[in-house]
């Protein structure tokens, strides 16, 4: 049964950096595409970026492109999100997701999300 859970989130300064992880459980890596979604306070969620471990694709949105990394881990069923020289406007919950590639549609359950935090 696929499940995936996030962590790493929490308060961070503008400009500051943060990894989040999703460790993967009922599937592996390469037989999925995976990517990280935010919901910030009054908005809907939004996909950010994602990944193919099969074609080695990559997608990110013009609001990350360039602050934001997607990567995977296989020996660890993991997949990473670096974020670096964050905004404020980063702020939001943060999910990742099993997805039919990238770009993809989300074929399983949502994690409990972590929360990010930019503010000085």
């Known amino acids: 049964q696929l499940q995936l859970v996030e962590s790493g989130g929490g308060l961070v300064q503008p400009g500051g950096s943060l990894r989040l992880s999703c460790v993967v459980s009922?599937?592996?890596?390469?037989?999925?595409?995976a990517g990280w979604f935010r919901q910030a306070p009054g908005k809907e969620r939004e996909g950010i970026t994602c990944?193919?471990?099969?074609?080695?694709?990559?997608y990110y949105a013009d609001s990350v492109k360039g602050r934001f990394t997607i990567s995977g881990d296989n020996a660890k069923n993991t997949i990473y999100l670096q974020m670096d020289s964050l905004k404020t406007e980063d702020t939001a919950v943060y999910y990742c997701?099993?997805?039919?590639?990238?770009?993809?549609?989300?074929?399983?359950?949502w994690g409990q999300g972590t929360q990010v935090t930019v503010s000085s």
């Open positions: 997701a099993a997805l039919t590639g990238c770009p993809g549609t989300n074929f399983g359950p």
């Open positions: 009922g599937f592996t890596l390469d037989q999925i595409g």
């Open positions: 990944m193919s471990v099969s074609d080695g694709s990559t």
